[in-house]
């Protein structure tokens, strides 16, 4: 698994690369990444957009520790983008 963090319109965003259990010429299709998880320090209120590879954007909470929110990302396979999204 790879990531890279971008601003887009002026908000961080995370893109995942996932290429885990490809192997040239037997197996194409990486193996689903069911473990990662993002911690940002931030307010209380903040939530995490998600969009999977060719899937549909969904709305993840995290849970708090302290001054920082955990989220645990859904499985995906190939890739996926996150951004943090700041409630008032």
């Known amino acids: ?7 887009v ?3 961080p965003h995370i ?3 996932n290429s885990s ?3 040239p010429h037997r197996n194409v299709k990486p193996t689903p990444e069911t473990t990662t998880r993002v911690i940002i320090a931030t307010n209380a209120n903040a939530t995490l957009s998600f969009l999977p590879f060719l899937g549909m954007e ?3 909470t995290g849970e708090h520790s302290g001054d920082k929110l955990i989220f ?3 499985p995906f396979d190939r890739g996926a983008v996150v951004w ?3 409630s008032k």
């Open 15 to 17: 893109f995942f690369a």
């Open 58 to 60: 969904q709305t993840l």
């Open 1 to 7: 698994m790879v990531s890279y963090i971008a601003s």
């Open 84 to 86: 943090l999204n700041d």
């Open 72 to 74: 645990h990302l859904p």
């Open 21 to 23: 259990g490809i192997v």
């Open 9 to 11: 319109d002026g908000k």
